[in-house]
């Protein structure tokens, strides 16, 4: 199973909206709506911040939203923050009973 | 608050066998479709292996299928990942995770801090 394929960094100024396409397959993201978004700080674990394609779990800001059209989904960060520099993962249930997440995008707020 | 804390990592050599270990609190143990997930240094995500509740749905990823076994402990609140056959690729910071209900596909919600496993002789 070969990783989603996200952009490996992106930017945006403070205010801005950015969005993070993670591209996947027929045999992934294309056929299920389980597509998580991960958030991620240097030298910390991994944060939930999107599950089921488009959910917010409880405590998460909803500058945060994400979406899926065909075999890519997207996470859109609304209102950049300066806090919201991290590395994003996403991930999918796969055909074969497994989980494939993506490559990472790290984010830069100008 | 939930708490998921890993313990058994170290330098083990390539063919060597070695068994984490992640003691929960906090919530339900029993009720939680329980993970691992691991990171190589300076790398992205990798999903290793799942758990169901009763232990009765273990699933792996390929590259691990064969060498790693999953387990858990209901009454210990405690989740296990032995690793056998261990190859310089399987260098990487190990994360315990509990997914948000019983089952693995829709995320993990809460992370332990993760344990460094280094494979090298």
């Known amino acids: 199973q070969s990783a989603l394929t996200q952009p490996a960094s992106v930017s945006g100024s403070p205010g801005q909206s950015i969005t993070i396409p993670c591209t996947g397959t027929s045999s992934d993201i294309g056929v299920y709506y389980f597509v998580s978004w991960y958030q991620q700080h240097p030298g910390r674990a991994p944060k939930l911040i999107i599950y089921d394609v488009s959910n917010r779990p409880s405590g998460v800001s909803n500058r945060f939203s994400g979406s899926k059209s065909g075999n890519t989904a997207s996470l859109t960060i609304s209102g950049l923050q300066a806090e919201d520099e991290a590395d994003y993962y996403c991930?999918?249930?796969?055909?074969?009973?497994?989980?494939?997440f993506g490559g990472g995008t790290k984010l830069t707020v100008l | 608050e939930v708490k998921l804390v890993e313990s058994g990592g170290g330098l083990v050599e390539p063919g060597g066998s070695l068994r984490l270990s992640c003691a929960a609190s906090?919530?339900?143990?029993?009720?939680?479709?329980m993970n691992w997930v691991r990171q190589a240094p300076g790398k992205g995500l990798e999903w290793v292996s799942s758990i169901g509740t009763s232990s009765a749905s273990v699933y792996y990823a390929d590259s691990v299928k064969g060498r790693f076994t999953i387990s858990r402990d209901n009454a210990e609140n405690s989740l296990y990942l032995q690793m056998n056959s261990l190859r310089a690729e399987d260098t990487a910071v190990y994360y315990c995770a509990k997914a948000r209900v019983d089952g693995y596909k829709t995320g993990f919600d809460s992370w332990g801090q993760g344990i460094l496993v280094t494979v090298s002789s």
């Open positions: 991930n999918s249930y796969t055909k074969t009973s497994t989980l494939v």
């Open positions: 906090g919530f339900t143990f029993s009720t939680y479709t």
